[in-house]
């Protein structure tokens, strides 16, 4: 009697988070299919600072000592069908170059990508579909299977000796340019197909000018600060400013309203992975470029660094880092001539996340409703301030220049317009010594509106929320947030 034996074949759609994706994909189709056997290739591997998902060798196994008989043959990157591989191709450049590492997969089951290092830099070699790899495995194995690469090892005692001093040192090169976006080719029925490179949507231009980054703040909640960071930044990027939007905050209220939360399901949650939080916690990874998203809430678009509500459960964590009050203004510092306007939306308390926004902003505009509580809650922001430029001077940086407060959520009722606002006005520099803008931001349902718009995809409602310029553009809402960006672009010497 004959034994059939079953090829096994890989289906994209049994995939449904990062887990499938490493344990069918990696682990029950591409690595038996190229060759490697359960000894040669490793998950959860660390060197350093550096976290591989999974490492195979082409020639040798842990315990390896390196040398020119035992390259590290190829990084595999697994992510959750629902995260963009862009996000991460600057990650995996490091991963090879820091590693000598020559090939790199990148995956989120429905695209597999191969990328080839070449010295400091990485290029696309190949790229599927998830449903065409059962067909295209040979193109594959050609490229990274085991055989293949032992027949073809083309890495150097010098190169070896590269990592092995790297990793002595658990130093990382300079990797913050953006891979080029060029062309490159793969084999296809022996012709040459073309593979356009990872594009990112953080903008490459240079400027002359210097960044200006303004924190949004107030520890009191519910002034609507979050209807002003999004419109202000919408109004801002009507005005041909470049804008990014950091979002501090723990509710995630600025990555809701700019339409960056597009699952039903937790299941599908494509941010969780990259975030805010992931930009605090590490030094030499997830730099601004590698998590911030392009949001089309406005026309023009503007990029995103969204939060995530896991933020909440790291700040003890943070606190123990000497480093994570400075890493977003150090950040920073490596797009600023990528951007002219950064506005950080912050927590309505005096936590790490709002002193790490003041340490790094420029300027602060503090929105209030003029209502006795958040009125009182001024002295508080005044003294956390004054706690924060202390460390600002230890650290040879300039106190925050205080654009004033901002009048927001203010009620259109005549008589109250008439007779109470006045009063309240007069308070903000009488009582607490703080400067008053000159633009008043009203409480009206545009607003509230504009922020609820919703899509309809099959039969699900989809978040779809716009800017006030999207919504109504003639509104008197959005004739307020354009004053508002005239004053704030002359205030900070950006009004031409």
Known sequence: MSVIKLDVEFNPEYCRNETEVESKLIVQYLLPKLGYSPETWHQEVSFGSIRLDFLAFASQVLPFKLNADSPLSIVFEAKHPKQKLDNHVIRLKRYLVSLNVRYGILTNGKVIRIYERSIDNISLRFQCNGKEINSRIDEIKAIIGRESLQQNNSFTVAQTKEISDNLAKDTLPDLTETIGVKDSFSLRDGKSTKIPQVSKPVPLEKRAEPMKTIAIYHNKGGVGKTTT???????????????????????????????????????FDDIEESNILHILQSEDFYTIEEVARK??????????????????????????????????????????????????????????????????????????????????????????????????????????????????????????????????????????????????????????????????????????????????????????????????????????
């Open 295 to 496: 949001s089309d809430f406005s026309d023009p678009s503007i990029n995103v660094v969204p939060a995530h509500i896991n933020l909440m459960n790291a700040e003890n964590e943070l606190n123990q880092l000497d480093y994570s009050r400075m890493i977003l203004a150090q950040k920073l510092k490596d797009v600023g001539e990528q951007y002219d306007v950064v506005i950080l939306d912050t927590p309505p308390s005096l936590n790490l996340y709002a002193r790490v926004a003041l340490i790094a902003c420029d300027y602060l505009i503090i929105p209030s409703d003029l209502k006795p509580y958040a009125n009182q809650g001024l002295v508080n922001v005044k003294e956390f301030i004054k706690k924060v430029n202390g460390f600002r001077k230890q650290i040879n940086k300039n106190p925050i220049q205080i654009l004033g407060v901002l009048p927001n959520k203010i009620s259109t009722n005549a008589r109250f317009v008439q007779y109470t606002l006045p009063t309240r006005l007069q308070k903000i520099p009488a009582k607490y010594e703080l400067e008053l803008m000159d633009s008043i931001i009203y409480d009206r349902d545009d607003l509230a509106k504009c922020a609820e718009m919703i899509q309809i995809v099959g039969d699900l409602e989809v978040a779809d929320p716009k800017s006030i310029f999207e919504f109504k553009p003639d509104s008197m809402a959005a004739q307020e947030f354009e004053l508002l960006a005239i004053e704030v672009l002359e205030k900070i010497g950006m009004s031409k």
């Open 229 to 267: 960071v999004v419109n202000l930044a919408a109004a801002i990027r009507k005005k041909g400013k470049r804008v990014l939007v950091v979002d501090l905050d723990s509710q995630a209220n600025t990555t809701f309203a700019t339409g960056l939360v597009k699952f039903e399901d937790e299941e």
